[in-house]
């Protein structure tokens, strides 16, 4: 009963949500704001010592609450795991939410319901912790879905604001949640063929049942299981959702969309890794699908002026990194990357809402620039950020972006070459976006200008202690090349022992050609920063004239406006599923009446003589639709006689 | 025993007819105070003594009565559903002044044929038992008398209730002549023939006709909207739990020898009731008729797991039970919202939870709950119906079951989005209406308690098909 | 043979007037082709030596509820335009159709079927229709399901009483 503790990580975020959620509205915001970072805190602080222990013994620690479901032979407990992986998520997530939660306190202090928001955040902070602690699925997938939910609940925050020009805010909220319902469909059809194959639904048992009695639907179900992840972590074809997703406040994007609900879809297939590596088709899947959405969200990214989208196309495709890692086999350098990412695009994000803060609400980096002097410590921080995500060493980025693009080139040299593609485009659109906003000539109004400013401590506080995070946090994964001891994925290995059995050991390239690799991604990326830079910073005659130039226009008009993707699955999906209950409702509650009223009058034509006086109209047709369904079922009867 | 079996019938009748009497001697709304009281201290006490029924499972009276685990249970569902129904429409009937009170006595008559429904032995028992809640709702939903539109819901019922009635008496007639006997489990003994083939094809038409099944939904929208919003909600869980009751019993256990056959026709319904109820729900903007639709979409769920039935029996109807259960919390608990907050319209809900915040949660919970949002009954009820669904090998149905609940979220999710998220409507706040508020936290407690912790529930549930063979 | 008969030619009439109810346009006709189905079946179950049946048969059916219908009628006076309106000829074919459908399934059905009616149980007594054997069945095999009854009249009569009523207070 020692890890009792366990629960109380979960559930203190659950009491700040009950508290700011049911008598917030009556509390000070002071109050209000420390509880909600408090009881986050507290669960870091529970975190840290499970990471400890696990890091002291090697063991996994578990705790089982109470039996949620038993039925015959299965059984559903509401227990938590927390082996390496596990601890490394929750550490991330209280200690990001932690900071984020003291940043909220700085940033949401003008806004009138901050209690809800604290609320909110709590509330999600629990879900993603029951997410990742859970020790059967189905106990994840409840975590799954509430952080869904809060995601949902938080991009619609400000709901009476419209995102864009027809997209208001709780509308960009509902999007996100229905997209993510087709991941959850694949999700939960999934849970249901692992229960009927394997008997069980326990990660641990799962771990050591015998994989080839599923034969040939393992394939269905880890293909389902990724249909799943690419909803929740944004990749093709259902990313569209997280670019709306700014339109929540910043905190939120650098919590949920950013740094921890979108890696959901990574740590499950992490996870179940040991599921996996048993069809090769999903594998590669995963790999070409992570690659592709690496490469074509970073071009969409390119193009973007909103500093919040730049970010966000920037997510997607650093997440599709993450998933190239695990297509490949690499899952501890995609959890690793996972990680650094979650340092550094917390800290971006959170400069950015600095930045949008300092410029009054204006998001547009057009109107923005040469702020470098004037918010110095935002600056510097958002400078160790965009390096650590444009990958140049010995920020945090470096070391897991090489870690993953030395493992695929091990297995896809195309995936590779075009991973390092993608690795070109982020830092040129990672240095436009910083030379946009921070150098050049400031387009603002004189006005506009002298109210920059920096700001408050906690906000400060938080950007340096994520830009300390930034900077240093790749170092614990050093690859050997470099005389590093590659602490963190030897931490993983037990989590991953069994998927890494089933490959049979991956080939180790030798120092020299993992030398050579480095060398061609810092020279690829370097030449990408320098041109975004270069381009971006001075008022250079090449931007205009690529966008008048007739292909270069159109490129950039294509890129601009996302491929047209939002476009194309408003008509196809939404149009037609909305037409279609049009029509069906047309068909059953009018054509078919209107077709057919006086039908059955011939039949009981007494009673249909008194309908009519009462105006009731349709009820003949009803008894029609009966009368169809019964003939029906007896045409089938009698087939059988 | 004997006349315990029957002490919760009894109950209610003795409670409906003390509320009869009642109004000879008090008038005004003092009357529907006392009224309420008598029928919430009958229901009570009916609950109570269902409740010693557990683990009797035995036959009375000749076998006309077959009180067992699976009848008890689901009596107590319809129980409950009727109680909450009753703290509801004491909102409702001071909202729209109506002094009436043959109206809880015709309650809890109907809910004296729910409980004789769920425990029938015979096939005489189970139609007698269906006509009592038939009836007294054919003239609930006309309570309404000035309204055109219930009058309308009511007569539409009747006449289409008594159609497919006839078929109901048709197929038992049938059953009877192919096997000599009424006695649902002797019925069950004799071997397949074509005459009971016939006869299940004939009462299957009066059961999804009753429970709300596609090609026989039609009147559901209708009814659904044209009947005074508390007797919509007892429509929409008491008479569909007692309908599935007595469905369930007779066809898995009279008609055991005919699984080929209504394994097909109960998947193919299912499906076609899970499109249509999903698919045209979209639409409607008017709450009620969603709910009307959803209600479509709920009993193709159910219907699903009927379906299963055939290869895994214990499985299916504790899932159904199960289902049951949950969705009378969380129907009658959406309903109740909508009578009190006085409003039908989706528009009209604009803003609504910020004008009463506590009704805003609990109405966010029934949907959610509808939805099947993981911690709320309803996710568990569906994780129940499609695991099921799935482990006996129907791919096609659960897909298509999951991708249209899939779809369902969008119009559960719009009404959420209407109380929080849409600029307040001008329409004075509600007054706080105490009997309608407690019966939404009881669901709301209820929609929890199944959500988070079904244990206790489940494990009475997996032996009620046991209970029916005994 | 001679009940054979008897039975073939009451049950020809019996359908022949069932048939003539709905074909008839004017509702009286109906009614009174409906009471005219209540006799020969009144008939055929004293076939069957059930006379108390046969009694409440007519008494009931043609008797009571068949005047109650007759006079709605009359009181309602249904215009003929009004049942003729709006039956536009292609649905009347298209339901014509169907239902000849479901009358050819639903006498294949009853050939194939008629083989599994269950064999008659030789020991049922010639006065088991009587009034007397079936008071007995009634007070006793059958007491619930009679007491049910009671409940059920109840319900109707709370109804008819409300919806009929002008005023209730």
Known sequence: ?641 | ?470 | MILDALFLINALLAVGFAVAMITRKNPIYSALCLIATFFPLAFIFLLLWAPFVAMIQIMVYAGAIMVLFVFVIMMINTEKQELEAGKPKWYRRIAGAIAFLFVIVGFYSIVMGINSIAPVDSSIKEEFGSTAALGHLIFDKYLIQFELVSVLILVAVIGAVFLAKKNLD
Request: hydrophobic share 55%.
């Open chain 1, 1 to 641: 009963m020692g890890n009792t503790y366990l629960l109380f990580i979960p559930i203190l975020p659950l009491i700040g949500f009950l508290i700011n959620g049911l008598i917030g509205h009556k509390l000070n915001r002071k109050v209000v704001g420390t509880i909600g970072g408090a009881t986050v805190l507290g669960s870091f602080i529970l975190s840290l010592m499970t990471l400890f222990r696990i890091l002291g013994d090697g063991n996994a620690v578990s705790y089982v609450a109470f039996h949620w479901i038993t039925i015959a032979d299965l059984d559903i407990t509401f227990g938590f795991r927390i082996d390496q992986l596990s601890a490394v998520m929750i550490n991330v997530i209280t200690g990001v939410g932690f900071l984020i939660h003291v940043y909220s306190n700085g940033y949401m202090h003008e806004d009138k319901s901050v209690a809800r928001f604290f609320a909110y955040l709590n509330l999600f902070v629990f879900s993603m912790l029951i997410l990742v602690m859970a020790d059967n699925i189905v106990l994840m997938f409840l975590g799954w879905e509430g952080v869904g939910l809060c995601s949902y609940l938080l991009i619609g925050f400000w709901y009476q604001d419209m995102f864009t020009k027809k997209l208001s805010n709780a509308d960009a909220g509902k999007k996100a949640f229905i997209v993510n319902r087709v991941g959850d469909f694949g999700f939960l059809l999934a849970i249901f063929l692992i229960f009927m194959t394997f008997g069980t639904l326990n990660f641990e048992q799962l771990s050591h049942a015998d994989m080839n009695i599923a034969g040939g639907l393992i394939t269905a179900i880890t293909l389902l299981l990724f249909l799943g992840a690419t909803g929740k972590s944004a990749q093709i074809p259902l990313y569209i959702w997280l670019p709306d997703a700014m339109a929540g406040p910043t905190p939120v994007s650098a919590l949920i969309h950013a740094a921890t609900m979108v890696t959901a879809g990574i740590y499950m297939i992490g996870r179940l890794s040991f599921m996996f590596v048993h069809s090769e088709t999903t594998m590669l899947t995963i790999a070409v699908i992570g690659t592709l959405t690496a490469v074509f969200s970073a071009t969409m990214g390119l193009t973007q002026n909103d500093i919040k989208k730049v970010l966000a196309y920037s997510t997607v495709s650093q997440l599709g990194y993450m998933f190239m890692a695990m297509g490949v086999g690499a899952f501890s350098a995609g959890i690793f990357h996972l990680m650094t990412h979650a340092f550094f695009k917390a800290l971006l994000f959170l400069g950015a809402g600095s930045v949008i803060l300092a410029c009054h609400h204006e998001q547009d980096m057009r109107k923005m620039g040469a702020l470098k002097d004037k918010i110095p410590t935002t600056f510097w921080m958002f400078a160790i950020g965009s390096l650590a995500l444009m990958g140049i060493p010995p920020f945090a980025g470096f070391f897991s972006k090489d870690d993953i693009l030395a493992r695929v080139f091990v297995e896809h040299k195309a995936l590779w070459a075009l991973g390092l593609v993608g690795a070109g485009m982020t830092a040129f659109y990672t240095a436009r976006m910083v030379a946009m906003t921070f150098f050049g000539t400031s387009k603002m109004t004189k006005k506009q200008e002298l109210h920059v400013h920096e700001p408050g401590i906690s906000v400060r506080f938080v950007l340096i202690a994520l830009g300390v995070l930034s900077a240093i946090g790749g170092l614990i994964g050093i690859p050997a090349a470099l005389h590093g001891g590659a602490h963190f994925s030897h931490f993983l290995d037990p989590v991953f022992e069994a998927a890494q059995a089933h490959q049979g050991g991956h080939h180790h390239l030798s120092h020299l050609t993992e030398w050579i690799l480095m060398v061609i991604s810092i020279a690829v990326v370097a030449t990408g920063g320098w041109l975004g830079f270069d381009i971006y910073s001075k008022e250079k005659s090449i931007r205009k004239n690529f966008v008048k130039h007739p292909i270069g226009g159109k490129l950039h008009h294509i890129s601009y406006n996302k491929y047209y993707i939002d476009e194309i699955y408003d008509f196809v999906i939404v149009k037609s599923i909305m037409g279609g209950s049009k029509a069906l409702w047309k068909f059953f509650d009018v054509t078919i009446i209107d077709g057919f009223v006086n039908f059955v009058a011939d039949i009981v034509a007494f009673i249909s003589g008194i309908m009519r006086k009462i105006q009731t109209g349709h009820t003949n047709s009803y008894a029609f639709s009966i009368f169809i369904g019964a003939l029906g079922i007896l045409i089938y009867i009698a087939s059988r006689l």
């Open chain 2, 1 to 470: 025993m004997q006349f315990q079996a029957i002490y919760p019938g009894s109950l209610l009748v003795a409670a409906a007819i003390l509320v009869l009497m009642a109004q000879s001697f008090v008038k005004g709304e003092k009357k529907l105070t006392i009224s309420l009281i008598i029928s919430l201290i009958g229901v009570i006490l009916a609950i109570f003594f269902t409740f010693k029924l557990f683990g009797v499972n035995e036959s009375f009276y000749e076998n006309a009565l077959r009180v067992d685990d699976f009848g008890v249970f689901l009596s107590l569902v319809a129980l409950i559903g009727t109680a909450l129904t009753i703290l509801i429409s004491a909102g409702y009937l001071k909202k729209v002044k109506s002094y009436y009170t043959e109206y809880y006595a015709l309650i809890l008559l109907a809910a004296c044929g729910m409980v004789f429904l769920t425990i029938s032995g015979d096939l005489i028992t189970f139609l007698i038992g269906l006509e009592i809640m038939s009836i007294s709702i054919y003239i609930l939903a006309g309570f309404n008398r000035e309204s055109k539109k219930s009058n309308e819901a009511a007569m539409k019922y009747f006449i289409l209730g008594a159609f497919s009635t006839g078929f109901l008496l048709f197929g038992m007639s049938m059953v009877y002549g192919a096997t000599g006997e009424i006695v649902i489990s002797e019925i069950g003994k004799a071997e397949k023939s074509a005459g009971m083939l016939i006869g299940l094809g004939l009462m299957l038409v009066g059961f999804l006709f009753k429970i709300g099944a596609v090609p026989f939904q039609n009147w559901v929208p209708d009814v659904y909207e044209g009947a005074p919003t508390p007797i919509t909600a007892f429509m929409a869980a008491g008479v569909k739990t007692a309908g599935f009751a007595a469905f369930v019993r007779i066809i898995l256990i009279a008609f055991q020898n005919c699984g080929e056959e209504w394994h097909t026709i109960l998947q193919v319904i299912a499906v076609l009731s899970m499109i249509v109820g999903n698919v045209v729900a979209i639409s409607q903007r008017n709450i009620k008729r969603l709910l009307a639709y959803s209600s479509i979409a709920h009993t193709g769920y159910m219907l699903l797991a009927f379906a299963a039935a055939k290869s895994d029996p214990n499985m299916a109807s504790s899932s159904i039970l199960f289902y049951l259960f949950t969705y009378t919390f969380t129907v009658i608990g959406a309903f109740g919202i909508l009578i009190y907050s006085g409003r039908e319209n989706l528009d009209d809900f604009a803003g609504f939870a910020h004008q009463k915040r506590f009704m805003g949660i609990a109405m966010t919970v029934f949907f959610f709950s509808l939805a099947g949002i993981p911690s709320t009954a309803g996710f568990m009820g569906k994780l129940f119906i499609f695991m099921t669904a799935i482990d006996q090998k129907l791919y096609w149905a659960s897909v298509i079951g999951i991708i249209t609940s899939m779809i369902s979220v969008f119009y559960y999710l719009r009404v959420v989005v209407y109380l929080y998220m849409k600029p307040e409507v001008t329409r004075a706040a509600p007054l706080t209406d105490w009997n309608v508020a407690i019966a939404s936290a009881v669901s709301v407690i209820g929609v929890f308690v199944l959500g988070l912790i079904p244990q206790s529930v489940i494990q009475l549930i997996l032996t009620t098909y046991q209970s029916m063979l005994q």
